[in-house]
């Protein structure tokens, strides 16, 4: 397994060993003591979530003001443009983002602690994507900010209005936004 820091170092780019032959491919998608020895991860995960979406369905940008939620996702099946926006604000990287593509290809995963908003944008005709959290679900606490916030410019390579739920069309921008502390 490699580990990348991204421009927001707390949230990481893993790119696990693939063994692969004519008969197909082999991967170990996380293991915590090979977490616990190359990123220091401490955290356990709680709840895994399987996700199916449209081409041009983009989901997010959610998060959980009370029990926030680290997550560790990947992409199974499709593609999509993947987003965590740093709500943290003690960090220096308060109210920054950053965007990876995930596929079934790469078979990358990203890791986005505690304290950011994540949402993605199908590129495909669909995606399927696996997550594990840190905490359980709560829907009392979720939020969710506005894609389309302009002090966010979040740079989604859209070429159409996405597809998105009431929730996601209701969606506070940053500045009116709850964030951590």
């Keep these: 397994m490699k580990i ?56 997010g940008l959610h998060y959980q003001i009370k029990q926030p939620q680290g997550k560790l996702l990947r992409v199974v099946a499709g593609e999509i443009f993947d987003v965590a926006v740093d709500l943290r604000a003690s960090s220096k990287y308060f109210g920054q983002w950053i965007s990876i593509q995930l596929n079934a290809q ?30 359980y679900y709560a829907a009392e606490y979720e939020r969710s900010l506005l894609w389309s916030d302009p002090d966010l410019a979040i740079a989604w390579p859209i070429e159409e209005e996405p597809i998105l739920s009431n929730k996601d069309k209701a969606g506070k921008q940053l500045r009116q936004a709850e964030v951590f502390a």
């Excluded at 421009?7 to 693939?18: G, K, N, Q």
């Design 4 to 59: 990348i820091q991204t421009e927001i170092p707390d949230v990481l780019v893993i790119e696990p060993r693939v063994f692969e032959d004519d008969r197909g491919f082999f991967l170990e998608s996380y293991n915590e003591r090979v977490w616990q020895q190359k990123a220091n991860f401490v955290e356990h995960f709680v709840q895994d979530n399987h996700s199916r979406s449209a081409k041009n369905v983009l989901r």
């Design 106 to 135: 790469n078979k990358q995963q990203l890791w986005i602690p505690p304290g950011f908003a994540h949402g993605f944008l199908v590129l495909s005709e669909y995606a399927e994507v696996l997550y594990k959290t840190t905490d």
